[in-house]
């Protein structure tokens, strides 16, 4: 299969909400291996002048990846899933995560470049807080790039 | 004690750590964060799409690598970006059942920028396995008080 070089620029907009949950900043923050107070314990977070638990500096991936997966879900796309390897990653946190916020991500191709028989994807999560109303605030953005594997590489 | 802004200096050393990992503990990861490809938990599946083993997600090692300098900060919240590239897999060994670690990555961090204007603190992040760097420009920008 060869990735579609259309690809770049197109964007996917905000689908589902991701409600940010007390157990999944502490499952996400075992998994990671942290201990730090403020993803497990209520008090400790509102004693650091947080309104609840913080998620981990890197919880953001779950919902960039649930973007993504629209791209990598895309048949138009032409990417083999099996063959993806992550490039590189960056998170900016305009602010951190807490429990009880509503996420959602619009997912923007910012590069499609052919490497070898495979390709490298940069894509970008603009990730959102739902406030009341219509009003949303920006939370973080994500920038990923993936290698998608050709064959004998 | 957390950091102080006007006592840090360039090239001062956060600290280090070492970081045990277990098939176990992929399978933990793939769970909290919905990353199932099966590269990071299937022996002949990585090994049929040409890859040495099983390897931890990348983001397994970005987000245990980080926990350094969160305890370092005193906040998680003080972490306003991070960034790495991957350059090298970590391949993690099957050690089901004897309580041994799969792989060990050795995480150490050293004051790499500071900005007076934001008060922030660039650390710079080492991340070694099997005697070779798994990150490449690890770095984690830290607001201070």
């Given amino acids: 299969m060869t990735i579609n070089p259309d690809l770049q620029g197109r964007s996917y907009p905000a689908a589902e909400v991701y409600d940010v949950g007390r157990e999944k900043i502490r499952e996400f923050a075992r998994a990671v291996k942290a201990t730090h107070p403020a993803h497990f ?6 004693g650091l002048g947080h309104p609840d638990l913080v998620a981990p500096p890197t919880f953001a991936i779950i919902v960039a ?4 997966a629209q791209l990598i879900e895309d048949p138009e796309a032409g990417i083999d899933f099996s063959r993806v390897v992550h490039a590189d990653q960056r998170f900016t946190h305009h602010r951190p995560i807490f429990a009880g916020d509503r996420l959602v991500a619009e997912l923007h191709v910012d590069g499609v470049r052919a490497m070898g028989g ?9 990730i959102f807080a739902l406030g009341e109303g219509d009003g ?6 994500t920038k990923s790039s993936i290698l998608v594997r050709g064959e004998g590489q | 004690m957390n950091p102080v802004f006007e006592e840090l200096a360039i090239g001062q050393d956060i600290g280090s750590r070492s970081i045990g990992v277990t098939r176990q503990d992929l399978v933990k990861y793939a769970g909290a964060s919905g ?4 590269i990071h938990w299937n022996e002949a599946f990585a090994t049929g799409v040409e890859l040495p083993g099983v390897i931890a ?6 987000g245990a690598a980080v926990q350094l300098v969160t305890d370092w900060a005193g906040d998680p919240a003080a972490v306003v970006d991070y ?13 089901t059942g004897t309580g041994d670690a799969g792989a060990v990555i050795d995480v150490s961090g050293a004051v790499g920028a500071l ?6 603190a660039r650390v710079d992040l080492a991340v070694v396995f099997d005697g070779q760097k798994v990150l490449m420009k690890a770095q984690v920008l830290v607001k201070l008080a």
Wanted: proline share 6%; net charge negative.
């Fill in chain 2, 57 to 62: 997600h990348g983001m397994f090692t970005m």
């Fill in chain 1, 41 to 46: 314990d209520v008090e400790a977070a509102q």
């Fill in chain 1, 136 to 141: 949303r605030e920006p939370v973080s953005t």
């Fill in chain 2, 115 to 120: 900005d007076a204007e934001t008060r922030t």
């Fill in chain 1, 118 to 126: 495979g390709a490298m994807i940069t894509t970008r999560a603009e």
């Fill in chain 2, 35 to 38: 990353d199932f490809n099966p």
């Fill in chain 1, 65 to 68: 990846q649930r973007a993504d």
């Fill in chain 2, 83 to 95: 960034q790495t590239r991957f350059t090298k897999p970590v391949l993690v060994a099957d050690t």
